[in-house]
């Protein structure tokens, strides 16, 4: 018999090989957030209407996943998806959410979406976020606002929407694998050398799209290289570097090199961006924007996506044939203990809001604390602004209000808004299936 609270026996379905990195190691899992700021106050029972209007059209976000042998398996889950007003992010995963990976809440004018990072990458979480914000403007304002480019019961169903890039083993060539990512020595900023996570910092920024996107192209530049060169030249201002490389690592979609750009789980990799001592004191912003983009462009467009997912997969695999919990964790969270950065760029692209970019105010994106520390530069455009989130483990501002000088000084002006400090909650995770 099933005790009383106890977590019900969903039905596992395929193995989620995409995702299973996310799911071990020594480092508590915590949820992943994106917090969207209107320009009035949220309205809970419309709320609750836009997103089961979106789930009905993907129904594929109310998942929950089952462990067996070791392995963690996407569930069904048929529980009511109940959004709620809360000041804080809830727990996921757990009874408090029904079990599902994925909460929506809100308080006064914000709506919190939280996700476990096992689910879907960002830009997973992104699709989700423009059809609840697209059907709730509607309902709100009593209007059909354009759904240009979101998902809504237009689109028919795809099974590519589902595909898992992972779930066939791949053989690498580690060789070609070792040469692409580098054997350099690499910066390490001295705040994270013994640095222990006991809260993330937020410092967030934004600067109009129109006056970041006409640097970049009058530089030859992108977005996200942009933010990589100037945050290296903070580094560099901050810090007296005289040898290995500023590495900047930036986190990117292999959708469309892989042929899976319907797919709402977990695809990407890693891209590595190298800047020595010399380049990153000597180059103009604007060059070195440029060649950053175009190392970016190179591996992008060359063998690198299915280099890197080869390799990502062989580690999977690999860790799926241990015979115990803790050989597959030692296999899986091999990161933990394999710091790669100097700092990472992350450009989740931008939420479409098409007709009611207007009634959106801000957008903040809150990642789990990584392990060993880092300093992530989270950026997102929505609504005719970069917003541009510092999330990090270290308390200091000074790389913050470094970036934020170099912009001024590039002739881009910024907005600093305030600094908060947060820790996102623990996701609760499935035991073994036959322990319930």
């Not at 089961?52 to 067996?68: A, C, M």
């Not at 070792?178 to 222990?196: H, Q, S, V, Y």
């Not at 010399?278 to 992008?300: F, H, I």
Request: include cysteine; glycine fraction near 6%.
């Amino acid at each position: 018999m099933t005790q009383k609270n106890a977590r019900p026996r969903f039905e596992a379905k395929e193995w989620n090989a995409c995702g299973a990195t996310q799911f071990y190691g020594r480092v508590k899992k915590r949820s992943y957030i994106v917090e969207v700021s209107l320009s009035e106050d949220i309205r809970g029972d419309l709320l609750q209407q836009a997103v089961d209007k979106t789930l009905e059209r993907l129904p594929y976000y109310r998942s929950t996943f089952v462990r067996k042998k070791g392995l963690y398996f996407y569930a069904d889950n048929d529980l009511p998806f109940l959004v709620a007003q809360s000041e804080n992010p809830r727990v996921i995963g757990g009874k408090i959410t029904n079990f599902h990976m994925l909460d929506v809440t809100w308080w006064e004018n914000k709506i919190s979406f939280a996700m476990f990072h096992g689910l879907c990458d960002g830009l997973g979480l992104n699709r989700f976020i423009e059809a609840v914000l697209y059907h709730y403007m509607c309902l709100k304002d009593g209007k059909e606002y354009s759904d240009e480019g979101i998902y809504t019961e237009k689109i028919p169903y795809d099974p590519a929407e589902r595909i898992d890039i992972h779930i066939e083993r791949r053989k690498a060539n580690i060789k070609e694998l070792k040469a692409i990512t580098g054997k350099e020595k690499r910066f390490r900023l001295p705040e994270l050398m013994d640095n222990k996570v006991e809260k993330m910092y937020s410092l967030p920024l934004r600067v109009k799209t129109g006056d970041f996107l006409g640097w970049c192209k009058a530089n030859g530049a992108s977005p996200a290289a942009a933010a990589a060169a100037i945050m290296t030249k903070a580094i560099a201002r901050e810090n007296d570097v005289r040898e290995g490389v500023i590495m900047t690592v930036m986190p990117s979609s292999l959708r469309k090199p892989l042929q899976a750009e319907k797919t709402f789980k977990n695809c990407y990799g890693a891209i590595f961006l190298p800047t020595t001592p010399e380049d990153a004191k000597c180059l103009p912003t604007g060059e070195l924007a440029a060649k950053l983009r175009a190392s970016m462009k190179e591996q992008l467009n060359g063998t690198f996506p299915k280099l890197i997912c080869a390799g990502m997969n062989t580690v999977i695999h690999l860790g799926a044939k241990m015979p115990t919990y803790k050989l597959k964790t030692r296999v899986l969270a091999m990161g933990e203990n394999n710091p790669q950065d100097t700092f990472f760029v992350d450009y989740v692209g931008g939420l479409r809001c098409n007709d009611y970019a207007d009634q959106i105010t801000h957008v903040r994106y809150l990642n789990a604390p990584p392990s060993n520390g880092a300093s992530f530069v989270l950026m997102s455009e929505t609504a005719g602004y970069f917003h541009i989130n510092f999330t990090q483990t270290i308390e200091s501002g000074r790389y913050y209000q470094a970036f934020a000088a170099i912009l001024e000084e590039l002739g881009i002006p910024c907005e600093k808004l305030p600094f908060a400090s947060y820790l996102n909650p623990v996701v609760e995770l499935p035991q073994e299936q036959s322990k319930y």
